[in-house]
């Protein structure tokens, strides 16, 4: 267990997936949360509504386009403004597109780029004044396997994440002597909307059922054969908000099933 209560979480790409698992977990922890992705009103306002019922934590929902920087910074100034501190940053928020390198819209390239790398710059940026004048923090940037190993027609993704493995490092190293931590989590398949569009193309692709879609995904690349869940994500990200993580510097920690111990 880790005590989050008095410090304030904001967790990009929140309203699903990943990011929501993780949101609970230091929700259940605590913590009072900044929320941030996309949804409809009503969906943002639910979710904000039972994340508080049902942890007993205060909850702000702020919209901000994470491809542009002046947003992400606006969201950050909203989080210190709403709970006059903002203690632990997780960059979650992510797009993927699959394409040869040859054939990759230039525009989807950018868009990769700027969501699932130069964002989690920007957030960084934005935050580490404050969490240096109270002098601790949490940074955690929710990489992925493909910050270590490649896949083919996910080029963009791929430099991204090596690119957000490779920022979570100088980010740590620049830190070293802080209170404030640096680290990236690499998830295998989680079976989020994200993955769900990959299982649906491929059922389609292969003529299979989208069950035996999924179990194809998981066994061409996962030796658990079991996909990693948002809860453990959650779990693993309120493990770095402890104490007993304080020496965890610049680490790129695994939970794929297996994924890149072949
Ligand atoms: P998801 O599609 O379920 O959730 C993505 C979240 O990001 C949503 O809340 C969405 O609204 C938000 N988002 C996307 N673009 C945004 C934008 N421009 N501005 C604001 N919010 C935006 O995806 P997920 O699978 O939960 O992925 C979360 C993170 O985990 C991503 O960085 C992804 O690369 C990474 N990841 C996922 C897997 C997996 O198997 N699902 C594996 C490894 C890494």
Known sequence: MTNLKGKAALVTGSTSGIGLGIARQLAAQGADLMLNGF????????????LSAEFGVRVAHNGAD????AEIEAMVAATETAYGRLDVLVNNAGIQH????????????????AINLSAVFHGTRAALPGMKAR?????????SVHGLVASVNKSAYVAAKHGVIGLTKVTALELAETGITCNAICPGWVLTPLVQKQIDALAASRGVSIEEAGRELLSEKQPSKSFVTPEQLGELAVFLCSDAAGNMRGAALTMDGGWTAQ
Do not use: H, T
């Not at 699959?98 to 780029?113: K, Q």
């Open 39 to 50: 949804g409809d009103a009503s969906y943002i306002a639910e979710l904000c509504q039972s």
């Open 135 to 143: 002098g601790w923090g949490r940074v955690i940037n929710i990489a």
């Open 98 to 113: 699959v394409s040869p390198v040859d054939a990759f819209p230039v525009e989807r390239w950018d868009a990769v780029i």
């Open 66 to 69: 994470m491809s542009k920087p």
